[in-house]
């Protein structure tokens, strides 16, 4: 990818990232053209090209990104979480929470996400759900640690996970700030249906 | 809308359905054209706005007849299970193996619900989150009894609803028949994962 260096590019590309997730998640991949990005980010529809040199590439680069962000808040959050307590269901804990969020601070990257693979070309869809599996891993690794250990009742452990994920991500469909509950309470409540998902003994 | 009565209007206008919901699904909505979507049914562009005279109106058309489907399989699924079993645990199993075997044969339709809600007006987006009110409200109310009974234990009705509509929804999202389970299998896990979900006491 073109990348300009040098801190008045930086500050431009992360402009245009941040506008181009904003109008997506607004109007659609499909809807939105680069003449409309431009002019939000108030460049010329040229300068986006030297950025991302296709439109998809800009939609690559921001799952890409999206993804890779998720990787590393886990891979920052596990530790700790190993350090107080290293039993699965200590590790679900603060996956969920974890996963929570960090959804729910980047809710517009997360329909970006959720919403667009259809647009990406074969090659780049392959790698985005590369490092989806790769994330999947880790919660079925916490899951058949739990199975094997005794802690947990799980009928199928690929099965379990994907039900987990798409319950928990599905929070930011719903899930708003103002409204009657704060995100604590909800990935408080969130943990405990996970924990009696899995059939976690107390 | 706009109606030709008589068989060969009708079948026109349910190939039109057809079409469309494969089309939005493949390409999404704002990629798709009325003229590409005439070409995929073999008649005149114009031909189509005499059923749908806006394409706003189409997609509309197909996501509310995809609720009203789903909240009559619903309908129709309910009494019988109240002959065999009108506990909420067992309204709960047919509420879940209905709404995963609905889901199943309609890919594309819930697809195409899930992610062109953007594309609606104000007064079509109300309409249609009207009736996915109407649906939850079911559940809700299942899971309502199942805490008063004392045979479920939930922290929050609306939070548990919303979490078991995403988990058993996402099922589509990942399962192909041809794979490791048949779609009997994988309703019957979601159902022990439900259960678990929701606390419910053999």
Redo the contacts between chains.
């Keep these: 990818m073109a990348r300009t260096t040098g801190s008045d590019g930086e500050k431009t590309e992360a402009a245009i990232r941040e506008a181009a997730v904003g109008l997506i998640a607004?109007?659609?991949?499909?809807?939105m053209s680069m003449r409309q990005l431009a002019g939000e980010v108030g460049v010329q529809a040229a300068a986006l090209y030297r950025y991302f040199p296709t439109k998809e590439e800009l939609l690559y680069t921001l799952m890409r990104e999206h993804m890779e962000d998720l990787i590393a808040s886990w891979e920052e959050a596990r530790p700790a979480a190993a350090l107080i307590d290293a039993a699965p269901a200590g590790r679900l804990a603060t996956f969920v929470e974890n996963h929570i969020r960090f959804h729910l601070s980047r809710r517009s990257a997360t329909h970006v996400s959720n919403?667009e693979l259809?647009?990406l070309s074969d090659e780049k869809l392959a790698s985005i759900l590369a490092l989806r599996a790769r994330y999947e891993d880790e919660l079925r690794a916490i899951l058949r640690d739990g199975v094997s250990t005794g802690q947990f009742?799980v009928?199928?452990v690929r099965?379990?996970a994907?039900?987990?994920?798409?319950?928990i991500?599905?929070?930011i469909?719903?899930f708003r700030p103002e409204e009657r509950?704060s995100a604590n309470q909800?990935a408080k409540?969130?943990h405990?249906?996970t924990m009696?998902?899995?059939?976690a003994r107390d």
Tied chains: 1, 2.
Aim: cysteine-free; overall charge positive.
């Design positions: 607004r109007l659609g991949f499909e809807a919403l259809r647009s009742k009928e199928d099965l379990t994907m039900a987990i994920i798409q319950m991500t599905g929070v469909v719903w509950l909800v409540t969130y405990m249906m009696r998902l899995v059939g």
